[in-house]
């Protein structure tokens, strides 16, 4: 095993002359006799007391102190991933006999800036690979076969703009791999699918069209007013409670406007003739 610092505990090198944890001058008199009375690592009463100074930094059980907790969030750390593997980590390091109680607080400290290296390393990556995703997606966009899909489709810029959101979610929130050709089929399909639906729509709203004229054309030639019909207003009864109008042989008034509209009984037409 390696040898220690007299003074801290922190674990020294053999070409060490300061310690790097407190900075005690290293005697190399007391590294060979150290080395030549113990070759093991500190006892289990050390070792015991390393892990109460490691709960008394960190923290113990499931959650951390705050002190710890807050040095995590300051490295932009994620409290409970990063905060576990540190503390297993030195766990691992002082069971092994590699720390002592005083270098404890240092080594989660170096784990701690070790950690926040490593992140922004990933974060870096992350943000380049997000780049050349995003660029993949606007060359697709701009290639002279998708523009031509573009305008077979009659596909209008908002449409294009959500067909792109869509795909960058795809491939940047939820980290979805596509290819190239991945990208360039899904964006195909996609104006496809816009295309039918605007011909249904298309369609549809001429047979609506249509369907108005028809039933315009059956109003001027004799198409029924139904209860609920706009033109008819609650005027069956005079002032003097008496009937306006004529009664047919059944006993019924009935009134017509000049669009032919046969009125409900109880009420007559504004465009009644």
Do not use: W
């Amino acid at each position: 095993m390696g040898n220690f610092c007299i003074n801290c505990g922190a674990q020294l090198r053999k070409e060490d002359n300061f310690c790097y944890n407190c900075g005690t001058r290293i005697d190399k008199s007391d590294m060979k006799q150290s080395n030549q009375t113990s070759k093991s690592a500190p006892n289990s009463i050390e070792k015991e007391k390393a892990r109460k100074e490691l709960k008394r930094v960190v923290g113990g059980g499931i959650s951390y102190n705050k002190t710890f907790t807050n040095e995590l969030l300051r490295n932009g750390l994620d409290i409970i991933g990063t905060g576990k593997a540190i503390r297993q980590q030195v766990e691992k390091e002082i069971d092994a006999g590699q720390i002592k109680i005083g270098g404890v607080e240092f080594r989660v400290n170096q784990l701690i800036h070790e950690y926040k290296i490593k992140n922004e390393t990933r974060i870096a990556k992350e943000k380049e690979e997000e780049k050349k995703k995003l660029k993949m997606i606007d060359e697709t966009f701009e290639s002279e076969e998708i523009r031509s899909e573009i305008r077979k489709n009659n596909i209008n810029q908002t449409d294009v703009s959500s067909i792109k959101a869509t795909l960058k979610n795809k491939l940047i929130d939820e980290r979805e791999n596509m290819s190239e050709i991945e990208i360039k089929n899904f964006i195909k399909t996609a104006l496809g699918k816009l295309g039918e639906e605007q011909k249904k729509a298309k369609i549809t709203k001429e047979k609506e069209i249509t369907r108005q004229k028809i039933s315009k054309n059956e109003m001027r030639n004799g198409g029924y007013c139904s209860l609920n019909c706009r033109h008819c207003y609650e005027e069956f009864f005079d002032g003097g409670g008496g009937i306006v109008g004529d009664f047919d042989s059944a006993g019924y008034t009935e009134y017509y406007c000049h669009l032919g509209h046969s009125v409900v009984y109880g009420r007559f037409c504004e465009d009644y003739e």
